[in-house]
């Protein structure tokens, strides 16, 4: 069966530290994959994508992801959080030649001070 | 700027009602989607429609319909709603697959909390 399992659903950290939201995938064919944030009261964003070509793309915000096509993962990380970046972050992936998103559980990110 | 927007951000209706929940893309998208969102469950697909008139069941169909009469408008019913219904429903537009689907995503609506008493 096709999936996305996101390991944690909630990641407490404090401001300027790292974090790392786990995702993890299962599909027999290949397929793109995407991270969406969720805004307190607001509908989904694409906050960036892996389509092909290098393995590590990142966001116009400071967030990075990694394709690990062994390991069927796409962890998304940030080296220094703010306050800014509370959300829930969805990962998400589409097989090449499909329509469907299939999204993960969500991970809350909650930054204090 | 463009958009996917739900005419209500919150709505409450009675156990048994006829429940419609509007969405209406501006962007000139063929796919349209309805999901469900309920807390440590995720995205859940209800129905989508890839053309007009155009309908496919998604994962959890049971208990709604869809309606798409126009291509700008994608209906979400809820024939007889119960309290199990009460949940966030987002509903998502895209363009019909090749290098604009995989770049652009989907976007999303605002959604439209349903509370069902």
């Known amino acids: 069966a096709q999936s996305v399992t996101q390991l944690d659903s909630q990641v407490p950290v404090f401001e300027e530290a790292p974090v790392e939201l786990r995702c993890n995938y299962s599909?027999?064919?290949?397929?793109?994959l995407f991270w969406y944030v969720q805004y307190p009261n607001q509908g989904l964003q694409l906050l960036l994508k892996?389509?092909?070509?290098?393995?590590l793309v990142e966001s116009i915000n400071g967030f990075e992801a990694e394709f690990n096509k062994s390991q069927t993962s796409f962890h998304l990380r940030k080296p220094s959080v703010h306050i800014s970046d509370t959300a829930e972050y969805f990962c998400?992936?589409?097989?090449?030649?499909?329509?469907?998103?299939?999204f993960g559980t969500g991970t809350r990110l909650l930054v204090s001070p | 700027d463009v958009k996917v927007t739900q005419s209500s951000r919150y709505l409450v209706k009675r156990t048994g009602e006829k429940v419609f929940l509007e969405c209406v893309q501006d962007?000139?998208?063929?796919?349209m989607f309805w999901y469900r969102q309920d807390p440590g469950l995720g995205l859940r697909l209800i129905y989508f429609?890839?053309?007009?008139?155009?309908?496919e069941k998604g994962d959890i169909p049971e208990g709604y319909s869809v309606s798409r009469e126009k291509k700008e408008r994608f209906s979400l019913i809820l024939e007889s709603a119960s309290t199990n219904q009460t949940s966030m429903y987002l509903c998502?537009?895209?363009?019909?697959?090749?290098?604009?689907?995989?770049?652009?995503?989907?976007?999303f609506g605002s959604g439209t909390r349903l509370t069902v008493v």
């Open positions: 892996y389509l092909s070509g290098s393995t």
């Open positions: 998400a992936f589409m097989n090449t030649g499909f329509q469907k998103l299939v």
């Open positions: 962007m000139d998208h063929e796919n």
């Open positions: 998502a537009s895209s363009i019909a697959g090749g290098t604009g689907l995989i770049n652009y995503g989907y976007t």
């Open positions: 429609s890839y053309d007009v008139k155009m309908k």
């Open positions: 599909s027999s064919v290949s397929v793109y």
